[in-house]
């Protein structure tokens, strides 16, 4: 199996090729040749089979004749070392818990296999490398954690200095040994931008062999596919339909892998984005013009995209618009909704729930036809200074989370210019 750029530009290569790379060298998104189908097989057979074999079987199939495939067991096993419950809420809804990992939110499940990836092939190789990231919050918590401590690899982050939570910042600066962690007095396009200059310098290239691990990479997209495949068929075997799922959606990279998963075959009914008051993908499903905008800013801040660059990967698919208006439904959800969905959470659902996921359960709310699963995308732990206030109580930190606030913190700022970081680290 080997993947291909959105542009078609550039001949196709390998998975453990394309973990290394993010954009494609024309500028595309990386694709897969073509899909594993499993719909022939015995649904109430795999039904049976725990999260994480269903992962090995699926990144089996995607790395026939890889450097990877005999490594894909060890692969699973250490980055899916946490549960992913999927929970009835009434009988025709369930919860889906994305956010047991290290850093509670859903980004821990594709940077954990990626780091883990990654680690294995660059020490096959013995070459290290350096994970370059920006970060307006989840993303660089998950990816820092992530490759912690794995041989082989150095992790950048840069943040924008104060525009990130008390709690996001000390997960971004709590761990040390191959971590670096960059306060950049800038906003988060400046961020970007260093991390864009970084990519096209000759000095990067030759001293820091960089990489990338933004949400766009294949290497988190993929594992993304293995819990739409295992909560379907669980819903499926267990109630007889199949489900739609109602995903949370910024940069699009979580419902793409939900339509990858929908083309390999398993039980999924519908795809549904959920988004907030960005709405060029709104826009695009109303009209069949896609305009970015610039990034608005909401309550479910990780999903403040203006411009999400994953719609390549959707429009691959489904390039005319009456196709992609069958393929995915868009619903947007503004600030007000979601104050009033977590403060009813309790009420109507039994449930504390986080900004983003409140975008799905209002959605839910909307929905009259039954056999929907609410993607649950970050612990309301994360999000405190939200739905604290909201709720008028405090939530309960989980453990993991707990263990890393309770971490000593090493926080460098720096002015927003490339030159400026690479003193820090030379
Ligand atoms: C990143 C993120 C999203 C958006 O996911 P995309 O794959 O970018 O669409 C939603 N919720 C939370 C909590 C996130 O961290």
Request: hydrophobic letters at 40%.
């Amino acid at each position: 199996m080997k993947f291909h750029s959105t542009r078609k530009s550039t001949p196709s290569i390998y998975f453990s090729e394309s973990l290394l790379m993010g954009l494609a060298p024309d500028g595309g998104l990386l694709i897969p040749d073509h899909f594993p189908d499993f719909s022939k097989s015995d649904m109430a057979q795999l039904a049976l089979a725990s999260f994480q074999d269903i992962a090995k079987m699926i990144a089996k199939s995607f790395t026939e004749d890889d450097l990877l495939h005999n490594k894909i067991d060890k692969i699973c096993d250490e980055a899916f070392n946490f549960p992913v419950p999927l929970k009835t809420l009434r009988n025709d809804t369930a919860f889906l818990e994305l956010y047991h990992g290290p850093t509670c939110a859903f980004k821990d499940i594709g940077a954990r296999f990626l780091a883990s990836a990654i680690s294995q092939l660059q020490s096959e190789k013995k070459q290290s490398l350096t994970v370059l990231v920006a970060t307006s919050g989840d993303t660089g918590s998950a990816v820092a954690s992530a490759f912690y401590k794995k041989p082989f690899v150095d992790v950048i982050v840069l943040y924008p200095h104060g525009k990130i939570s008390p709690r996001q910042e000390i997960q971004l600066t709590c761990w040390g040994e191959n971590i670096e962690s960059f306060a950049v007095q800038g906003d988060f396009d400046d961020c970007q931008r260093m991390v864009k200059q970084a990519f096209l310098d000759p000095w990067w290239k030759t001293n820091k062999n960089l990489i990338s691990a933004n949400s766009i990479s294949v290497g988190r997209i993929l594992p993304q596919t293995f819990y739409y495949a295992w909560a379907s068929l669980k819903y499926f075997n267990e109630t007889g339909n199949k489900p739609g799922f109602i995903i949370p959606s910024g940069n699009l990279g979580n419902a793409t892998a939900c339509l990858w998963a929908k083309k390999m075959g398993f039980p999924i009914r519908e795809v549904v984005m959920s988004t907030n008051a960005n709405h060029s993908v709104l826009d695009y499903a109303l009209t069949g013009v896609f305009h970015p905008h610039a990034t608005l800013t909401t309550l479910a801040n990780a999903m403040d995209v203006g411009n999400p660059s994953n719609i390549e990967r959707i429009l691959d698919f489904s390039p005319d618009h009456q196709e992609f208006k069958n393929e995915v439904k868009v619903l947007s959800v503004n600030d007000r909704q979601i104050k009033d969905t977590i403060q009813n959470g309790q009420k109507n659902w039994g449930e504390v729930f986080c900004p983003h996921t409140a975008t799905a359960v209002f959605v839910r709310e909307q929905l009259k036809t039954p056999h929907w699963i609410i993607v649950a995308t970050a612990h309301p732990a994360k999000f405190e200074s939200i739905v604290e206030p909201l709720i008028c109580r405090t939530v309960r930190i989980p453990k993991a989370l707990e263990q890393i606030l309770d971490r000593p913190t090493f926080k460098k700022i720096i002015p927003a210019d490339l030159e400026s970081l690479k003193q820090e680290i030379i």
